[in-house]
């Protein structure tokens, strides 16, 4: 069990640019799941993996984010257009079964 | 729509002292609770869950938690803090028979003196 993998850690970039996340669960997770955490406050959920079907979105989820599982492993967040309010921590989660999530240590967005 | 109300923002405990954060949960039915602890710029860590049977649930780091429907509450307990406890601890109800979203807390943020 290697855990849950994020990366980049951290993503510094100016307003109007794209940036794109990606998450590696737990290999035997079909799972998995990503949160926007901002300062003070618990993470929001924002979508929903299992294997490669995306089950569920939030509302949370403007059309500048998009969120892909290509082959049921690993998964990307992309945000187009980047606005102040972006800035946050993006958690990434996955699980199999019914069984607690994992989580990964986060990337960290800040928009110049 | 379910929620979660950790009604306390900040605690500070003496080292040894023993601690209870609370959090109460808003769900329609049966749910599934969660306690999980983050340190600063790292992600979350599970502490411990309720799905079923036994209203009283053990964790790891010696934390425990009570279910209580009547209340509708799932506070987090530790006889004796340690120094290392510092962190923010979060609250999360999920759908019971499901696998789908948590719905967190604002969190705790636990301060251990000395």
């Known amino acids: 069990d290697t855990g849950v993998s994020q990366d980049p850690r951290h993503k510094i970039t100016k307003r109007g640019q794209n940036v794109t996340f990606r998450c590696d669960p737990i290999?035997?997770?079909?799972?998995l799941y990503w949160y926007r955490q901002t300062l003070g406050q618990g993470p929001e959920f924002l979508t929903y993996f299992q294997n490669e079907a995306q089950l569920e979105k939030s509302r949370l989820l403007s059309d500048r984010f998009s969120a892909e599982r290509p082959k049921g492993s690993f998964s990307t967040l992309e945000i187009q257009r980047t606005e102040q309010g972006d800035s946050a921590m993006y958690l990434c989660a996955s699980s199999t079964g019914y069984q607690p999530q994992h989580f990964g240590d986060g990337t960290r967005l800040s928009i110049l | 729509a379910q929620s979660v109300t950790q009604p306390d923002i900040h605690i500070t405990v003496s080292e040894g002292a023993s601690l209870e954060l609370r959090c109460n949960y808003s769900y329609g039915a049966t749910p599934y609770l969660f306690w999980y602890v983050q340190s600063p710029g790292q992600g979350l860590q599970l502490l411990l869950k309720y799905f079923s049977g036994d209203t009283l649930v053990q964790g790891i780091k010696g934390f425990e938690a009570e279910f209580k429907r009547s209340q509708s509450s799932f506070n987090l307990r530790k006889p004796s803090v340690h120094w290392s406890d510092a962190a923010e601890y979060f609250c999360a109800v999920g759908a019971a028979g499901t696998a789908s979203k948590l719905t967190f807390g604002t969190g705790t943020r636990l301060q251990v003196t000395l």
């Open positions: 290999s035997e997770h079909n799972r």
